[in-house]
């Protein structure tokens, strides 16, 4: 579609459909195409491919515009519904002012010849910048400000609409369907209340609706010309892959070159997760439940797989544990606390479930937090609430996964997988084919964990595989014994790895912990440092970085941010206390590390304190391979001095970052063993 500049609007073009802009009070209007004829000298600015709304951090600040300006194809949904993955966005601020450089894909129509976009569009006559500099007057005499003030809300602002647009252009996190539902499941969609002859907007369901908010303009207008401009966007993560098995097929080794066969029988996966807009926001400035019943970081994850006509689905969720908590604290993993009694929680707690019930029907609740140290308490009030409620729809389940999997055994995840099996099948799932409905899932499985990323991810992947391997053997795809062949399983879990770390991203601001389990089906000692590294990433972000984000949430959302600002404006001393406890942090760190590392039996001789490195210096590495390589054999020489050191060649040592290398890449201090 294309984008002109107007004397009073910026116009959106798209065949017979024009969208009209003001650029002095930010409204959005739904014309005509052929109303392009009555704009004041429209300039064509170049092209774009859709458009997400509009967005104002304070009441008195300019409406900024919200346009597509790359988006990737993911794949086709069932019914031949292209999704796409929003790859790059611009923020035109609506004013009349002239606009910023977009870089826009020029038009072939009118920019045929021209490469620079300089030349397109016209300078401001006289009379536009006298309007232009009266509107600027006035909107300054309105609303008086000292300079001071004025000055740090510009900057705050400048920082939030940066924000804005790391979230949509870097982050890989929001994705829509010009024409498909994205936001509801496929036996959402084939239920008697689903009017799939209503305009896409008004058929979605409002959870996964994250730009409601900023087309308020058009979606109150009830205009029916702008119906073609309301596109819901959802966040989250949407990946499909084609698969082949065989019959019978003997499991062989992952092949990369592997290529599909004419005899053996195709299918796709989908895997869509959809993030929840209500209570939306950031690791540590979102967690529990609210008064509504909205619970933090609730995400409905489905799994579709087409074979031909056939298309089924499995539906799982995750959210916070649904009481009113937090943890509060600059500390590094500052201890939960519960912020309200048991009567004001036990309200809210019940708002959640019966609309869980609404949804999806019966409820069955794997709890994966620690039954003993700091998440204790949050264990002991979900069950005690769970107790209070005392509905026949509910089923509880614990597993404390740390416990259970302690010392790098993750496959001890099959243990929950194998006790539940019985619910699994009776859950069933949704089956569907052009004559209707074959099977329908009856409930749905609500994992959690503290943060409901990690353990969570590693859990609700296991039981979609057992799910699938089972719709696979009802569809024929499968012989009752057969296991899924290696070049499909491995293709599988890096979907489910991949879908991980984009909640995670979303989240907490670094991929999944763990993620090398699920993506490979394999703990090994390198995933446990590098997710030592992503702890003490996700820790930084959530000190200084968080509320930014938080506040950008917020914004898009249409919530107040007044909160989430003031803390940005004193940051400064929250820097001073980081620093003042910064030995304590570190001891907690290393703590938490070797819980994730030992088995209950053993115990920490000693360590080495890694350093930063830069993953593109092999120079580097080969530097601090060797000096970790001979300090390790003066070690083992002074302790076994009667015996030759082993060989260490093949040790591979990777290191990942937490303090600073000197500017020019040298180590920037030494390596020593502590003990």
Known sequence: MELYQAHDHYILLDGDNSLWCSRFDGKLTARTGEDLCSAWNPVCLGLVHGVIGKVQLYQDSEWQLLLVTRKTSVGVLPGGHEVYKISRVVILPLSPAEPPEMELELC????????????????????????????????????????????????????????????????????????????????????????????????????????????????????????????????GYVQMERFQVMLGEEDTPFDEGFEMKSQGRNFTITLISRRSRHRAGTRYKRRGVDENGACANFVETEQIIQVQSHVVSFVQVRGSVPIFWSQPGIRYRPPPRIDRGEVETQAAFEKHFEEQFDTYGSQVIANLVDQVGREKVIGDAFLTHILNLDSPKL????????????????????????????????????????????????????????????????????????????????????????????????????????????????????????????????????????????????????????????????????????????????SKGEEELLLEEREDHVAQLIEHCKQLLLPGAEGCAGGWALIDCDPGSQLLEERLSQALEEETRADLSRLLPSTRAPNLTDVKVKSRSLTNLAADGEVASETKAIG
């Not at 006790?419 to 609500?446: H, N």
């Open 108 to 235: 072939r129509k009118h920019h045929f010849g021209i490469s620079n976009l300089e030349k397109i569009a016209a300078p401001l006559d006289s009379q536009q910048r006298a309007l232009a500099k009266t509107w600027n007057s006035i909107k300054s005499v309105a609303v008086p400000k000292k300079k001071r003030d004025i000055k740090e809300k510009e900057k705050l602002e400048r920082r939030v609409f940066e924000e804005l647009n790391k979230m949509f252009s870097d982050s890989d996190s929001f994705y829509y369907s010009p024409t498909g539902d994205l936001t509801n499941s496929v036996q959402r969609q084939h239920s008697e209340q689903y009017d799939a002859s209503s305009p896409l907007w008004k058929k979605v369901d409002t959870r996964f609706f994250w730009n409601t908010h900023m087309m308020s303009d058009l979606i109150q207008s009830e205009d029916p010309l702008s119906d073609r401009w309301i596109v819901p966007i959802i966040q």
């Open 395 to 570: 089923t509880y389940i614990t597993f404390d996964f740390h416990e259970h999997c302690r010392g790098m055994k993750f496959e001890n995840v099959c243990v929950l997988v194998d006790s539940i099996k019985d619910i699994i099948r009776g859950m069933r799932y949704s089956w569907v084919d052009p004559a209707g409905v074959i099977c329908e899932q009856r409930g749905v499985f609500r994992t959690n964990c503290m943060d409901c990323l990690d353990r969570t991810n590693v859990v609700q992947s296991a039981i979609a595989r057992a799910v699938m391997e089972t719709q696979l053997r009802k569809l024929g795809l499968m012989m009752p014994d057969q296991t899924l062949p290696s070049r499909c399983r491995v293709v599988y879990q890096q979907m489910w790895a991949n879908n991980g770390d984009a909640i995670s991203r979303q989240y907490a601001g670094t991929a999944a912990m763990k993620g090398d389990f699920t993506r490979t089906g394999e703990r090994k000692l390198a995933g446990v440092l590098n997710d030592g590294y992503k702890s003490a990433n996700r820790y930084y972000l959530s000190r200084f970085k968080d509320a930014y984000r938080q506040a950008t949430i917020d914004m898009m959302l249409g919530n107040a941010v007044s909160e989430d600002l003031s803390v940005l404006q004193s």
